[in-house]
């Protein structure tokens, strides 16, 4: 008779508990896997010496700045501009018989230089009679006086002693003789004059904006040829101007604005120049005021900037005492600078006051060891560093 067994057995004859062992097994060693796998790797570094850190401080380079005094500017865009040209007309009628090559487009004009001449002939011959006329009163007079002499002298013989009345003098002969002289030579002085116009030249140094004129062409005023009177339109030297708009903040540090110096770059070169005067507005959409700057007199005229080019303004302003000059290089991001302290780095926060030639002016403080010029990526705070012995000078 077979024996029956009490544990239950799987179909493979293998008891059911080793199943469920070898599954329990799996599982964990999936857990292991997952786990080693999501694990952050670690790499074990040999420990560092304090001579290895010693070692592997940065070099920087530094400057050490002296207190000093220095102008400020205050810098500002703007144009050149004009405060006003001149229409260039005839004040005679008149045909064109000559004009200058200068008087073009561009060209430049000295002061009393003849522009353009206009034919003279009709107004030598007003000239011609004029005089004419003034010798005749001239003439007139004479011969009043002759008369006067005559009649006072047979006035005399025939009352011995007796006061010579006005009359036989012929004072009013020759009062009116006189005045007919003056109206003479006032005509002679107006025809001189025109003929004097028929060469048309400007009293000042100017430059040509435009020029519309030939040789033939019919030219005189309004009330002759019409709104052709004007043939062309120049500018004097001296009305060239720049125009930059200015802060009111910046307007009042540089107050007074009017008589500083100042320094005018364009694309074509550099000028000096003068605050002649400032805006009596404030615009108000810009809510920015404006000033005005003359070229300093010494620039030769063809060198100056033409109307409408854009130019770079720098305005000297007062002068400040005990303060550095730091170079741009100097300055980290938001106006800061890194100060060495006893080897190590401080972040500083100088005013900064304004920009000059030699570069951002702030106000004087404790540099250290010295301030550290050019960029220095891995800066921070408290970070040891060995100073430039060849750069540490000023």
Known sequence: MAQETTEPQGRSGRPKWM?????????????????????????????????????????????????????????????????????????????????????????????????????????????????????KADARIQIEEAKAEEAAAAFARENPGANIPASVHRAPHIAKAEAKLMKAQAEMKLAQLRLDRTEISLPYDARVAAADIDVGQFVGPAELVGPASSFGTVYRIDALQVRAPIEQRSLAYLAPAIGRSATVRTAAGTYEAQVERTSAIIGPKSRLAGVFLKFAEGHPAETLPLPGTFVEVSIAGPVQDNVFVLPESAMQERGSVWVVHGGALKAVMPRTLGHADGGVVVEAFDAGDGIVVGAFPGAREGLPVEVSDAQASE
């Open 19 to 135: 199943g469920y062992a070898q599954l329990a097994l799996i599982l964990a060693a999936v857990g292991v896997a997952l786990y080693f796998a999501q694990a952050p790797s670690q790499v074990e570094r040999d420990p560092i010496s304090d001579l290895a850190l010693d070692q592997a401080k940065p070099t920087v380079a530094v400057i050490q700045p002296a207190p000093t005094e220095q102008a400020l500017t205050v810098d500002l865009t703007g144009g050149v501009t004009l405060h006003g040209n001149v229409r260039v007309s005839s004040e005679v009628g008149g045909r064109v018989v000559w004009v200058s090559p200068n008087f073009r487009n561009g060209g430049s004009i000295a002061a009393n230089e003849t522009i353009i001449r206009i034919d003279p002939a009709e107004y030598e011959l007003e000239l011609e009679a004029a005089t004419a006329t003034v010798a």
